[in-house]
């Protein structure tokens, strides 16, 4: 799935013009003003694929060519080629992912070579500059996405568990990557070449390595996406949780001075992401989808120089004196003077027997075009009485699908806007069934039907489903703190909802009230739907990110000056 960015063409002559801009005489002094002039020689190699991201190179007298793998063994494809005034490089500079192509010297000449840190410092600064980098390095990743032999290609079934779970982070990612489908003759004369066997699936092929029953942890580790410390020991924030709570606290943090590194157990986008169409969000008047929403937002960080990392979960919280520790799953510290939460809230399952066994084979928590398009022509079933549920089912229809929708009320407007109710009712593509609940799962190793039950013991039925879609309500992800005190619901109080007994003697000791979105633990923040009595609405967690900053820095403020 390609994230889209309307402001550059979809054609393929938009994209080659967005690629290779020339930089004026004033821009490549600009430019010169944060690089180290060197002579190369031809045939030199800059960068290989599979080496770290990498420095921005302006050519100077030199010509360069960026290179990928050919379809042939032993060959390369030129992909582009650089003369003076142009640069190499692309979204990888920014993401810190490894490249994905060889950069080599095809005439001997000068260059000026623009390290990472200088890179950050001159998106910052130059704001023509930075706005005409960050096209260009999105339209390469454009063009890179409808190459048709990527340096990135995956070996297994696409629309198995572990096939959506790769295919999902590595769109909601970014990442150009080609899969080939593990009952395929070319999935056959990869698997002779390797030495691989069907037990060894989903493979990844970078370059010349090969991984084996691949995981998107292992992929992210692989790419370079997984966090590494590249700044200062202790960061200004670190943001927990990358929807469009956390997106914002990382944009307003890194674009107002914080050394900001913000980390989700998943992807950029939260459940956010998984929304297919967004029509009620301020200023995207035709709606967008959550996937793209969420890419614009990660991409707006970047520029501004936050870090993003993951699938990067989280294990543990710890405060000593005014520094906060993040501590990861696999044991790597992150100290923080500042520390947002943002981890949001995970759609609920249906308590039926085989629900995690058919999870991924059949039963999904999203409907993107990821998960909808293999559903045209096929029935599905949307379970849920919200908005979440009524873009899906709407999306699904439009794929094609036919489509149940159905909800354990007795109305369909009780928790969802109008404007979805209305077109949903007149659509005839959906079902619409109310006081309806799921009583039975069927199908092998994946969903083929499932059993409706009316509410109270009333009649069942049991009817053909390839797909079916869960947005039943969330719980809160807060099952990994300890010492940040929680609702009944396990939901995170902050500032005025926090009583005085949840505060303790150290909030008498400082001396202050809670600031807005600050929580029990001093300097610890929360924001979006983590946070007791939120709206649970995509503008709201976005204002709660935003606002949960300006609070950071009052806060970094007064411990400064104490």
């Given at each position: 799935?390609?994230?889209?960015?309307?402001?550059?063409?979809?054609?393929?002559?938009?994209?080659?013009?967005?690629?290779?801009?020339?930089?004026?005489?004033?821009?490549?002094?600009?430019?010169?003003?944060?690089?180290?002039?060197?002579?190369?020689?031809?045939?030199?190699?800059?960068?290989?694929?599979?080496?770290?991201?990498?420095?921005?190179?302006?050519?100077?007298?030199?010509?360069?060519?960026?290179?990928?793998?050919?379809?042939?063994?032993?060959?390369?494809?030129?992909?582009?080629?650089?003369?003076?005034?142009?640069?190499?490089?692309?979204?990888?500079?920014?993401?810190?992912?490894?490249?994905?192509?060889?950069?080599?010297?095809?005439?001997?000449?000068?260059?000026?070579?623009?390290?990472?840190?200088?890179?950050?410092?001159?998106?910052?600064?130059?704001?023509?500059?930075?706005?005409?980098?960050?096209?260009?390095?999105?339209?390469?990743?454009?063009?890179l996405r409808q190459a048709t032999e990527q340096t990135l290609r995956l070996v297994g079934d696409a629309d198995s568990a572990a096939?959506?779970?790769?295919?999902?982070?590595?769109?909601?990612?970014?990442?150009?990557?080609?899969?080939?489908?593990?009952?395929?003759?070319?999935?056959?004369?990869?698997?002779?070449?390797?030495?691989?066997?069907?037990?060894?699936?989903?493979?990844?092929?970078?370059?010349?390595?090969?991984?084996?029953?691949?995981?998107?942890?292992?992929?992210?580790?692989?790419?370079?996406?997984?966090?590494?410390?590249?700044?200062?020991?202790?960061?200004?924030?670190?943001?927990?949780?990358?929807?469009?709570?956390?997106?914002?606290?990382?944009?307003?943090?890194?674009?107002?001075?914080?050394?900001?590194?913000?980390?989700?157990?998943?992807?950029?986008?939260?459940?956010?992401?998984?929304?297919?169409?967004?029509?009620?969000?301020?200023?995207?008047?035709?709606?967008?989808?959550?996937?793209?929403?969420?890419?614009?937002?990660?991409?707006?960080?970047?520029?501004?120089?936050?870090?993003?990392?993951?699938?990067?979960?989280?294990?543990?919280?710890?405060?000593?004196?005014?520094?906060?520790?993040?501590?990861?799953?696999?044991?790597?510290?992150?100290?923080?003077?500042?520390?947002?939460?943002?981890?949001?809230?995970?759609?609920?399952?249906?308590?039926?027997?085989?629900?995690?066994?058919?999870?991924?084979?059949?039963?999904?928590?999203?409907?993107?075009?990821?998960?909808?398009?293999?559903?045209?022509?096929?029935?599905?079933?949307?379970?849920?009485?919200?908005?979440?549920?009524?873009?899906?089912?709407?999306?699904?229809?439009?794929?094609?699908?036919?489509?149940?929708?159905?909800?354990?009320?007795?109305?369909?407007?009780a928790r969802m806007s109008s404007y979805l109710v209305d077109r949903i009712v007149s659509d005839p593509r959906i079902t619409v069934?109310?006081?309806?609940?799921?009583?039975?799962?069927?199908?092998?190793?994946?969903?083929?039907?499932?059993?409706?039950?009316?509410?109270?013991?009333?009649?069942?039925?049991?009817?053909?489903?390839?797909?079916?879609?869960?947005?039943?309500?969330?719980?809160?992800?807060?099952?990994?703190?300890?010492?940040?005190?929680?609702?009944?619901?396990?939901?995170?109080?902050?500032?005025?909802?926090?009583?005085?007994?949840?505060?303790?003697?150290?909030?008498?000791?400082?001396?202050r009230e809670p600031l807005p979105y600050e929580t029990s633990v001093p300097g610890v923040f929360a924001a979006g739907d983590v946070?007791?009595?939120?709206?649970?609405?995509?503008?709201?967690?976005?204002?709660?990110?935003?606002?949960?900053?300006?609070?950071?820095?009052?806060?970094?403020?007064?411990?400064?000056?104490?």
């Open positions: 799935m390609a994230t889209s960015f309307p402001e550059i063409g979809d054609g393929a002559e938009d994209l080659a013009v967005a690629a290779a801009p020339r930089l004026t005489d004033e821009q490549l002094s600009t430019v010169a003003r944060y690089a180290r002039r060197e002579e190369v020689a031809a045939g030199q190699v800059l960068f290989d694929i599979g080496d770290d991201s990498g420095d921005l190179v302006l050519c100077g007298s030199a010509r360069l060519e960026a290179l990928c793998p050919a379809a042939a063994a032993d060959c390369e494809d030129v992909f582009f080629g650089y003369g003076p005034g142009q640069f190499a490089g692309e979204l990888a500079l920014l993401t810190g992912q490894r490249q994905t192509l060889t950069v080599r010297v095809s005439e001997a000449g000068t260059i000026h070579r623009v390290q990472a840190q200088s890179l950050r410092l001159l998106m910052k600064q130059e704001t023509e500059l930075s706005d005409l980098l960050l096209r260009t390095f999105l339209a390469r990743r454009r063009l096939g959506m779970a790769l295919r999902t982070f590595l769109a909601r990612q970014g990442v150009p990557y080609a899969w080939v489908e593990d009952d395929s003759t070319a999935a056959d004369a990869i698997r002779a070449a390797t030495g691989s066997m069907t037990a060894d699936l989903p493979l990844a092929l970078i370059g010349d390595d090969v991984m084996h029953r691949v995981s998107p942890g292992a992929l992210s580790e692989r790419l370079n996406l997984a966090y590494r410390r590249t700044g200062p020991a202790t960061v200004d924030l670190a943001v927990v949780g990358a929807g469009p709570a956390g997106l914002a606290a990382a944009v307003y943090g890194a674009s107002e001075g914080l050394q900001t590194v913000l980390l989700d157990a998943v992807a950029t986008g939260g459940q956010a992401a998984t929304s297919a169409r967004i029509e009620n969000y301020l200023g995207f008047p035709f709606g967008l989808s959550g996937a793209d929403l969420a890419a614009r937002a990660a991409v707006q960080a970047l520029k501004f120089g936050a870090q993003i990392a993951s699938p990067c979960p989280v294990a543990a919280l710890e405060t000593d004196g005014g520094t906060h520790t993040v501590t990861l799953v696999d044991g790597t510290r992150i100290r923080a003077r500042a520390v947002v939460l943002a981890t949001g809230a995970s759609y609920r399952a249906l308590p039926v027997d085989r629900w995690t066994e058919l999870t991924g084979n059949g039963i999904y928590y999203a409907a993107t075009d990821l998960e909808a398009q293999p559903m045209a022509g096929r029935p599905v079933l949307v379970v849920g009485g919200a908005n979440s549920a009524g873009q899906a089912a709407l999306h699904l229809a439009r794929c094609s699908a036919d489509v149940t929708l159905a909800l354990r009320g007795g109305d369909l407007g069934l109310t006081g309806t609940e799921v009583a039975e799962l069927h199908g092998g190793a994946r969903l083929e039907g499932v059993t409706l039950a009316e509410r109270g013991g009333g009649t069942t039925r049991r009817i053909p489903c390839a797909g079916l879609f869960c947005f039943i309500g969330a719980e809160p992800a807060t099952d990994w703190l300890t010492h940040v005190a929680l609702d009944e619901a396990g939901f995170i109080p902050t500032d005025r909802a926090l009583t005085p007994a949840v505060r303790g003697s150290r909030w008498r000791d400082l001396g946070r007791a009595e939120s709206m649970k609405r995509v503008a709201a967690a976005a204002g709660d990110g935003a606002s949960a900053v300006r609070s950071v820095h009052q806060y970094l403020s007064l411990t400064t000056r104490g």
